[in-house]
């Protein structure tokens, strides 16, 4: 079996703009945590295991790692409906990708 790969080359301006995009979304990543544990006092452990989990997809974030990222983000989205500030807007995502 034959598999194919396609290499994205970074240049600079891609490397700028992935660090942008990782700066902005952990900043409101960071202002969530507050409002979410002070809002689910009860639910602590879940939401800092939520929210280390994105920040760590975050930290690590890659242009081909962005689909795990928004598809972890998705998932938590289900329980904590107040991440919708961290989903990225298309054109976000367009640019990171073109």
Known sequence: MF???SLH????GDIVKLREFK???IVVLLNLKKQLL???PEKRDRVEYV???LAGKLRNL???TLSDYIASLY???KEFPE???LVPSNEEINALLH
């Open 3 to 5: 598999i194919s790969y």
């Open 62 to 64: 890659r242009v081909f």
């Open 9 to 12: 080359i970074l240049y600079a």
């Open 23 to 25: 700066a902005k979304y």
């Open 75 to 77: 998932d938590a989205l």
């Open 38 to 40: 002070e809002k689910y």
């Open 83 to 85: 991440l919708q500030a």
């Open 51 to 53: 929210l280390d989990r």
